[in-house]
């Protein structure tokens, strides 16, 4: 069945980087686009980024352009963001999750979440 | 930005009866709309797409409507096992989310 695995969270101090994965299965990694979305403890879902299927095209939130990338390796079948110049308000638990089709970007299925806290 | 404004924020009903969720965006998304139902310590998932296609084993209690600017969620009879959070989603320009709506009894 389609899976999505992320991991790489973890706690890290303000200013500091992380890079997270998401590992997929179960469908042709390199015929879809996926996208990152984070949810802040007790709050609702934010669309992080996402990227085409072919690593060509990619698309950031404005509270994280600049400081996050959004990159693919299709022959791993992984996905993965690079995350810069963290600030407190990047803590959340941050999913990846596949778009329904070329061009169709309702998200399914969806990983099971990997927590970021930032903190000094 | 697309703004989505979902509501109520929260809404209170038994099981067996029906719930009515809306969501509204700050301009025409066409049916470019999914809803996402979310349990505690669970991810999303996709429930509606195209703002009235359910998604592949979603029960046909529930279904949406809409296009444009309104949309709708319906679940025609509540089981205890659909009090959860439930977030719309535009994907026409860009991508946002409503703030969601709490289902509880």
């Known amino acids: 069945q389609v899976q999505l695995v992320e991991s790489g969270g973890g706690v890290v101090q303000p200013g500091r980087s992380l890079r997270l994965s998401c590992a997929a299965s179960?469908?042709?990694?390199?015929?879809?686009?996926i996208h990152w979305v984070r949810q802040a403890p007790g709050k609702g879902l934010e669309w992080v980024a996402v990227i085409s299927y072919d690593g060509i095209t990619k698309y950031y939130a404005d509270s994280v352009k600049g400081r996050f990338a959004i990159s693919r390796d299709n022959s791993k079948n992984t996905l993965y963001l690079q995350m810069d110049s963290l600030r407190d308000e990047d803590t959340a638990v941050y999913y990846c999750a596949k778009q329904g089709g070329l061009g169709q970007n309702w998200l399914d299925p969806w990983g099971q979440g990997t927590l970021v806290t930032v903190s000094s | 930005e697309i703004v989505m404004t979902q509501s109520p924020a929260t809404l209170s009903v038994s099981p067996g009866e029906r719930a009515t969720l809306s969501c509204r965006a700050s301009?025409?998304?066409?049916?470019?709309l999914a809803w996402y139902q979310q349990k505690p310590g669970q991810a999303p998932r996709l429930l509606i797409y195209?703002?009235?296609t359910r998604a592949t084993g979603i029960p046909a209690r529930f279904s949406g409507s809409g296009s444009g600017t309104e949309f709708t969620l319906t679940i025609s009879s509540l089981q205890s096992e659909d009090f959860a959070v439930y977030y719309c989603?535009?994907?026409?320009?860009?991508?946002?989310f409503g703030q969601g709506t709490k289902l509880e009894i």
């Open positions: 195209g703002a009235s």
């Open positions: 179960g469908f042709t990694f390199s015929n879809y686009g």
């Open positions: 989603q535009q994907y026409h320009n860009y991508y946002t």
């Open positions: 301009q025409s998304v066409s049916s470019n």
